[in-house]
């Protein structure tokens, strides 16, 4: 029983724990709005939980989970939500700001919430799981019985999502939009497997630079302030009458770096998983904060009014997520993983 408990308890924080993070600690629902956390466990917990097991169940890393999570962002705003496509999703204009008519959606819009997808709804949670996970951090969690009702849920919450968008906003996207949409979604789930295993990436990284990799504090900043500045990009370039194109560029910039970065310090000696956690503390605040900020503004990024409990409920809810990081930090000692 205490060998099930171990392998069930990350499975279940990382479902809990990813809709917590995608919704709640970017400020689209409060904590007064916890009723709605059982349906996106089912699509966003259960998506992510699928994407990790079918990553390390393959000897994968984390290549393949961002890949996957590629794939997961794409099947959630192409084919469930639309947000890619419809001018008017949820009343808030979302396209017209770097709207491109032969494409039929906006480069600012599509490239900022399909990101936010894989960093945050997938990867972010992720790493918090694993990391409380311990010496299980890398290993599967779940057998068939578990993956096959992981699936089953995500197919009902996937269904319900698209359901209740539908009867939201009547919008379709057209054909070709579902059929580039489609094309997509199978490159990345067939990039994510092409991806080399782990032992495959012991071999490429032998030699490593002499540099050691930088203390985890370093990376926590460096993150926090990426994500910060990929977050606040649009509302400071509209503020200013700059195009989309500004932003999209700045957008890019932010996650090339951050790709370089992090591939480049995970190759230095004394690179280990403290060092991930302090990449999913960066992530963590970063949302904490826009999230808070759109609260202590009086509403939610949907619109809704708020007043201290959510506030409040904010800080606990993010204190709570940094709590597990601090956690996963146990015995961080010699463990090291490398980025594919």
Excluded at 22 to 38: M, P, S
Excluded at 69 to 90: H, W
Excluded at 315 to 331: E, F, M
Aim: glycine share 10%; charged share 15%; proline share 5%.
């Amino acid at each position: 029983m205490r060998a099930f408990a171990r392998r069930i308890a990350p499975a279940l924080l990382l479902a809990i724990l990813s809709p917590i993070v995608a919704e709640f600690l970017l400020g689209d629902f409060t904590i007064r709005n916890l009723d709605v956390l059982v349906p996106l466990v089912m699509l966003y917990g259960c998506g992510a939980l699928l994407i990790r097991e079918i990553a390390r169940r393959s000897g994968r890393g984390w290549l393949a989970i961002l890949l996957l999570g590629a794939a997961y962002s794409l099947i959630e705003e192409a084919f469930l939500t639309q947000s890619l496509f419809n001018p008017n999703y949820v009343g808030q204009r979302l396209l017209d700001y770097g709207y491109v008519p032969a494409l039929g959606t906006s480069l600012n819009w599509s490239l900022f919430v399909l990101s936010i997808h894989v960093v945050w709804s997938i990867a972010t949670p992720i790493l918090i799981a694993e990391g409380v996970a311990g010496d299980r951090r890398t290993q599967p969690w779940l057998k068939v019985p578990g993956l096959t009702i992981t699936g089953v849920l995500f197919v009902l919450g996937a269904a319900g999502t698209a359901a209740f968008s539908r009867k939201a906003s009547p919008f379709v996207a057209t054909r070709a939009q579902f059929l580039v949409a489609g094309v997509l979604v199978l490159l990345a789930i067939a990039a994510a497997f092409m991806a080399g295993s782990r032992e495959d990436r012991g071999e490429r990284h032998a030699a490593r630079p002499a540099a050691p990799a930088p203390r985890p504090l370093a990376v926590f900043v460096v993150t926090l302030v990426l994500a910060v500045v990929f977050m606040g990009t649009e509302s400071f370039a509209r503020a200013h009458g700059m195009p989309a194109s500004v932003v999209v560029l700045v957008r890019v910039s932010c996650q090339a770096a951050a790709a370089f970065l992090i591939v480049s310090w995970s190759r230095r000696p004394g690179w280990r998983h403290g060092h991930y956690l302090a990449l999913a503390a960066g992530t963590t605040v970063t949302y904490a904060l826009f999230g808070l900020m759109a609260f202590l503004q009086g509403h939610t990024n949907l619109g809704e009014a708020t007043g201290p409990v959510d506030i409040a409920g904010q800080v606990v809810l993010a204190s709570a997520v940094l709590a597990l990081i601090w956690l996963g930090r146990g015995d961080d000692g010699a463990r090291r993983h490398n980025v594919p």
